[in-house]
C-alpha cells in the first residue's frame, strides 16, 4: 500500500499540468480534495480493508495533484527572485505539522495522530477558500522570455534526471537506514525532520551574494559520509544523530535547491503546474526506485549487492551530473539564488559596474542601457519598450556588447560584471 499510494503520487504530480490549467481550476482542485481528505480518513479509524488501498491510492493522487496546482499561487503570488524563501518557508512549515502528527501518532495513539491530521485538513479548506481565483489579476510574473523553447526543455530533462538520481539515496535511506533504528523510536519519532529544518533554515537566509553552488559538492559530501557511517557506526543513538544529521541536512539542501530552481521556471511554461509537477514526480520516483531497490536488497539478506555501496555509486553519478547542470541553470536562469547574479545588487552598485564595463569595453551610451537591462534578467521585449526602439535594434546592441566583450550570452556578461565588482573591492 505504501508503494502503491507513492506511484498514486507520482501520476497526481505528473498528470497535473494536463488536467489543471487555470488558477480557478487550482482552487476547486484544493477545496475538493480537502474535503474528500477529511471524508476518506473516517475509514482508517477502522480495521484494515480494501478501502483502506483506494483511499490511500485516490487521496495520494489528489495530493500530487494539489502539490503541483500549488505552482499557480508560487508563481503569481511571489516575486520570481524572492520564491527560494517561500519554498523554504512551505518545507519548514510542512516538516514541522508532520513531526508533530508523527509525534502523536507514534507517543499517543495512531487514532489521535489521524484526527489530528482532519483538524489540519479543515484548517486548510479554510486557507483555501481565502485564495484568489481570478487568473487575471496583477501577479509578479515577468512579461514572458525570449529564451529557445529546445534548451528550455533540454534544461528540464537535465534536471529531472538529476533530481531522479539522487532521491534514490532518499528512497535507500526510508528502506534501509530508518528500519535499522527503528528501536530508537523515543529520537527517531521527533529528531528525523530536525537536520532537514535547519538546513532549509540556513539556506534560506544565507546572503544572496554568496553562491551557493559550492554547498551542493559539500551536500553530496554529506550523503556520502552518511551512507559510510551506516555501514561502519553502531545502531545506537549516536550512531542515529550522526547518520542522519548528514543524510537530512543534505537533503534539505537539495530540495530547497530544486524547488527553487523549479519555482524559477514557472516563468518559462503557460501552465506552471506542469513544471512543478514533472520536477517533483521525477524526486518521487527517485524516492520510489530507491525504495523498491532498498526492499529487493534487503530482507533477503543479499551481500551481493550492499545498499550502502549502491548509494555511494549515486552519489558519484550524481556529481558527474552536476557540472553540466550548472552550466544549463547559468545559462538560462540569470537570477537564481544559486547562481551567480547581478540583478540583487543596489542600483548604485550595478550603475559602478555598468560604468567600469563601459569602459572595458568601449561601450556606448545606449549600449550601456541595454546591458544594465540585461543585466536585471529583462527580456529583448521589455528592453524595447523601456528605450523605445524595437527588439531588432535590441537584439543588434546585445550582439555588439557581446562582440566588445568577446563573450556569447548574458551569463558571461554576468560573470564579467561579478568579477569586475570583486576586483574594485579588492582594490
Request: aromatic residues 10%; positive net charge; contains cysteine.
Amino acid at each position: 500500500m505504501v508503494f502503491s499510494g507513492v506511484a498514486a503520487i507520482f501520476a497526481g504530480l505528473l498528470l497535473c499540468g494536463l488536467l489543471i490549467k487555470t488558477k480557478k481550476a487550482a482552487k476547486r482542485l484544493f477545496l475538493g480534495s480537502y474535503l474528500f481528505f477529511i471524508a476518506i480518513s473516517l475509514i482508517f479509524f477502522f480495521p484494515p480493508s480494501r478501502l483502506w488501498a483506494a483511499g490511500i491510492m485516490a487521496g495520494s493522487f489528489l495530493a500530487g495533484g494539489c502539490v503541483a496546482a500549488w505552482a499557480f499561487y508560487l508563481k503569481s503570488g511571489t516575486p520570481k527572485n524572492e520564491r527560494i524563501k517561500t519554498v523554504a518557508d512551505m518545507l519548514i512549515l510542512s516538516n514541522v505539522l508532520m513531526i508533530l502528527l508523527n509525534m502523536a501518532a507514534v507517543h499517543l495513539s495512531p487514532q489521535t495522530g489521524l484526527a489530528l491530521a482532519m483538524v489540519m485538513l479543515l484548517g486548510a479548506f479554510a486557507f483555501a477558500l481565502k485564495l484568489p481565483a481570478d487568473d487575471n489579476v496583477a501577479s509578479f510574473s515577468s512579461s514572458g522570455q525570449e529564451e529557445n523553447p529546445i534548451s528550455i526543455a533540454r534544461l528540464l530533462i537535465f534536471l529531472c534526471l538529476f533530481i531522479l538520481t539522487i532521491s534514490i539515496n532518499s528512497g535507500l535511506m526510508y528502506q534501509v537506514v530508518n528500519p535499522a533504528f527503528a528501536h530508537l523510536e523515543w529520537l527517531t519519532s521527533w529528531y528525523w525532520a530536525v537536520p532537514y529544518i535547519a538546513a532549509l533554515f540556513i539556506m534560506r537566509n544565507l546572503p544572496r551574494r554568496m553562491n551557493r553552488a559550492y554547498i551542493l559538492y559539500v551536500a553530496i559530501a554529506m550523503i556520502g559520509l552518511s551512507f559510510i557511517g551506516f555501514m561502519s557506526l553502531g545502531r545506537g543513538a549516536a550512531s542515529y544523530l550522526v547518520v542522519n544529521t548528514l543524510m537530512l541536512g543534505a537533503c534539505g539542501v537539495y530540495d530547497l535547491f530544486w524547488w527553487s530552481i523549479l519555482g524559477e521556471m514557472l516563468e518559462l511554461h503557460e501552465n506552471p503546474a506542469t513544471i512543478l509537477g514533472m520536477g517533483l514526480s521525477a524526486n518521487v520516483l527517485g524516492v520510489l526506485l530507491g525504495g523498491l531497490i532498498g526492499e529487493a536488497v534487503t530482507p533477503a539478506n543479499n551481500h551481493v549487492l550492499d545498499p550502502t555501496l549502491l548509494a555511494l555509486v549515486v552519489v558519484c553519478v550524481t556529481l558527474v551530473l552536476l557540472p553540466p547542470l550548472h552550466n544549463y541553470l547559468s545559462s538560462l536562469l540569470k537570477g537564481h539564488a544559486y547562481l551567480s547574479d547581478f540583478s540583487v545588487l543596489s542600483e548604485q552598485e550595478q550603475t559602478n559596474q555598468i560604468d567600469r564595463a563601459a569602459q572595458f569595453g568601449n561601450l556606448s551610451e545606449r549600449e550601456c542601457q541595454v546591458a544594465s537591462r540585461l543585466l536585471q534578467g529583462k527580456t529583448y521585449k521589455t528592453i524595447a519598450g523601456e528605450l523605445y526602439i524595437s527588439e531588432n535594434t535590441v537584439k543588434y546592441y546585445v550582439k555588439n556588447i557581446y562582440s566588445k566583450f568577446n563573450i556569447q550570452s548574458r551569463a558571461e556578461l554576468i560573470d564579467i560584471m561579478l568579477k569586475k565588482e570583486d576586483a574594485a573591492l579588492s582594490k
